[in-house]
């Protein structure tokens, strides 16, 4: 990429610039990246492309040239070498080119391909008979140079000349691949996609940028936050087969593209592949190999001791689009059949799977379906679109209507555990359609389920409506159950109305136990599946990013017949148990979130993207929180988490307001909102916060104010401790020791006080209202039996900021911000350090913070008033330190700053 931008667009510099690099290496693309500079630079552009017959052509190159330079009556005869006026070809080029296009940027890609007479005339019209200010750009595959002797000759002239400059292009580095895919999507690549992108282009800028439009075309990118996500890294970009990757590999005539189409299937299996292509082609491994070392001679196919591969794995995706439906059954069959004979062997097990799933009825189909269902299973928690697939072939390959339904059921949940709800909602409307009656009761509830849900994910608004009115909205005209109309509620925030269609006594069964949600009903009465207990609603049990498809847990057997549903089983006790772990890291029950994967058998690194998020916030692991709350938002996967929605939104804002991006926190609190989150009374501490720090003390107040009113108006207690506990502090700040006292009265009164965290937050009302040393020390007690980095660093403020003890604490309140990121609330620490005559360590290291917090509120396009809110400082005070941070790093203006900032080139942490 370097090399292409800063080749010579002007008259100064060698003549002729010549771009080596094996086929591949993306030639073709620094030519066009030149192009572009030229013709902003003003200057004329002439761009030609060759091929292979080309060079058996005397004056095609000439002819070309001039056919495109000159008027249609004053062309080359024919376009081939000689005017009509008989006149010499490296003589009419110089005049055409001195007459009519002086200064011109002439770009010739494979010259290779370049006829011995063209050549000799441009050699002459660049430099020794008729030379001329024109400057010639040509790509040439590195094995070509010196191939020609002819070719070999000139090049040697123009170089001791001075006039030739040769450039070998070699691969991007993995911050350079980064770099283009930035400039391509205007955002950040994440760690899975930039990894991706590394190892299916190789480097080869042009196969880069065609894995970034595949993964488009897929719709596994999505972009949040300035970041481009690959919402599931096991899944395949779509390059078309007519793509420019594959150009060079058409030209070598069908024989061979249908060799290195065959190739791009079989490559896996080593040596054994010549003879499998010639197997599969009905042709001969001599046939085969003759192609295939075509291939290797154009530089596109390597051999070493594990056999062939194509050198870009961009080019195997390309070439394997090009396949047709029998041809890569056929394929897939012979690669199939290989394995498991022991003719061949492949080292990775998603191959077997892929192939018996793309060879469908072609291989025998009770093993093949046995397989498939094996490692489905195993992939589903970690490889979704991978188990998806193979659950789809293991439908289509099983003869039992009960083992076909439990097949396709798995598909479903692993299509919707990775945000594709169209496709699920398409499947399981079927499958309810065609096997209702086929399916055990658990699966046939779980299947009403995932319909609803997908359709909310979907923004079927008026499905999920219809379904909490009891309409006959299922197929086949069925009403559904009680369980499936009160999920539908949940998700349309009508908690109390989905409380009162589920039984009270202890004979529910798992399904209705699952819809318990933190709530308590609007007349008054007692909370069902009281939060203590892990009671949450179905949607969450069966959503997720790469878990919701459901591995089995420890000790069920993956190879049990699915009729009964062993397997099915294992997938909703997984399920369970994620949702489980969502509800107890949502109340801020950190301990039992853990006690509940202890018992379940899982990891964090298990759970999916949203309930991730929440488990590694509440534990303080704030860049895992929010690199999973990004990825989550990216799939699209809170939508379907009636209870977690809201909370993944919040702890995300939580996490960027604490390191300095209140405009970005309110946009996903805003987003939230706007995308009907249930229970949105929950973003409305972060967003009381944002306010509050950027000094508009009121509007905190509204906000809480406005979410105590909804919350109370739905019956709704979970979070409303919290809000109460904010209410009484903005009380207390201006002054109203009535309202501040209610407040804190309230909070005792809404806290589950035999939790933690709800301890914490009416101790913390409490010293607020009543500040003395005994609550302090309490309230310091509580938080570090709530064990959260966040909570503890909070409470050691409120403990100094309230009663002016226990300054010594804050030292440690420093520290974890650090930790976590939170420079925008370390800041705030560190000026009640210095209020208290503390030092504050490491005097270059906070300077350095300190300008990276003033640059990124810069960048959130915050006013001068709002910037001295948010870093307690004067205004004045702000200007001098703009001011300094202006001639620091040579940006004159904000705009320039935040331009910076947006686009990566200021780094900010």
Known sequence: MSVAVNLPVDLDGPTLTVLTGPAGIGRTHALRTLRNAATQAGRPVLDLRLAPECRHDAGYLAGRILAALIPTPTRLAAGRGHARTGEPPAHALSRVLRRHHPGLVLLVDDAQWADAESVEALRNVLHEEYPVPVRCVATLRSDAVGADPDQSAAFDRLRQSGLVRIERLRPLSRADVDALARQALQATPHDSLSTQLHRLGRGVPAAVL??????????????????AYLTDPTSTPRIPAEHDLTRPVRQLGPATHTVARALAVLEPLGAAVPGLIGRALDTTPEQAHRHLDALRAEGFVRKDRRGWRIRVPALALALRAGLGPYERRRLAQVAVEALWSGTARCADPAYLPDQVAAAGGLVDAEPAAALLRRHADIAAVRAPAAAARWWAGAADLSGDPADRAEALLARTVAEFGIGRYAVAQAQVRHLLGEYADTLPDAARQEAELLALA???????????????AGEPWLPGGRVPTRTTRAAALCFLDRWAEAASLLPSDSTRSDSELLIGTPITAGTGGAPVAEASAGGVPVADAL??????????????????????????AARRRFADTVARV?????VGALDRADRELTEGGLTVADLPAPERCLVHWRAGRWDAANDAALLGIAADLPVTRPVAHSTVHRAAAEILL????????RALLDAARADAAPLPYLLAPVAAEAEWILGDAPAAERVVGDALAAATRHGLVVGLDELWLVAAELATERGDGEAARTAAASAGAAADQTTAIGALRVATAQLIVRPDRVRAGDLMALARVVGQPHEVARAIERVVRWTGRSVELLGEAYEILGDLGAILHRSRVRQAMRDHGITVPGRAQTLAEGERLLAALVAEGLSNRQLAAATQNSAKSIEGRLTRLFNRTGYRSRVELATAVLLGDYRIG
């Open 658 to 665: 604490a390191r300095g991006w209140p405009v970005r926190a």
């Open 454 to 468: 997908s359709a909310r994910g979907a923004r079927a608004a008026p499905d999920v409506q219809a379904v909490a």
């Open 543 to 568: 959503a997720g990013d790469g878990s919701a498809g459901g591995a089995p847990v420890a000790g069920a057997s993956a190879g049990d017949g699915l009729g009964g549903s062993v397997r099915g």
């Open 582 to 586: 969502s509800l107890a890291a949502v």
């Open 210 to 227: 065609a894995v970034v439009e595949g993964y488009r075309a897929s719709a596994a990118l999505r972009i949040v936050e300035r970041r």
